[in-house]
């Protein structure tokens, strides 16, 4: 990378405006969104079943149906994020988070997505922020979700990949 310039903040959102060397030697500019680290959490309850919350997203002009999700304060420890947010959305608690490893979304995010299967489920309180106010938590088979996730279904990428990765993860694909 030769120049970096940042554009424009929001909280823990900027936009830069970089200039980029490419293998061939031509310089070319390339926008980064630099966002925050999340986390995306698959319940699994013994009975194989998993918890899906529904919300609207503003900027998609749609409801969508996405495992529990969150994004990280600032150095926070993603398992302890994860918890928080499955706490927060479901009002469930989890004994054992599990990583299914990280992703990534549109290549000019920085941002990491660590993803985690929550076992050993309790009840516990909800605590929905205020944008959260028209979530729905829906409680259905994990194989339901991931048919779901699929077929199209369930449009949130990282929702899909985290439903995959549960999957594989419980031996059900």
């Not at 959102?13 to 293998?23: G, K, Q, S, W, Y």
């Not at 966002?35 to 699994?44: A, K, Q, R």
């Not at 309850?45 to 998609?60: G, P």
Request: charged share 25%; hydrophobic share 40%.
């Amino acid at each position: 990378m030769l120049t970096q310039q940042e554009v424009g903040r929001k909280g823990q959102f900027a936009v830069r405006d970089d200039m980029i060397r490419l293998p061939s030697g031509e310089e070319v500019p390339y926008v980064v969104v630099v966002s925050p680290d999340s986390v995306f959490v698959v319940p699994h309850f013994e009975n194989r079943d998993t918890l899906l919350v529904r919300q609207w997203r503003h900027a998609w002009d749609a409801s969508s149906w996405e495992v529990p999700a969150g994004t990280l304060a600032r150095g926070e420890d993603p398992q302890l994020g994860a918890l928080r947010e499955l706490e927060e959305e479901t009002g469930f608690r989890a004994e054992r988070m599990t990583s299914l490893g990280v992703a990534h979304g549109a290549a000019i995010l920085t941002g990491t997505a660590h993803l985690y299967l929550a076992e050993g489920l309790s009840e516990s309180k909800q605590n929905l922020e205020a944008y959260e106010q028209d979530m729905e938590v829906m409680r259905l088979p994990l194989q339901e979700a991931l048919e779901a996730a699929l077929s199209g279904d369930i449009g949130h990428s990282t929702s899909v990949t985290s439903l995959a990765r549960a999957a594989r993860a419980l031996k059900l694909i």
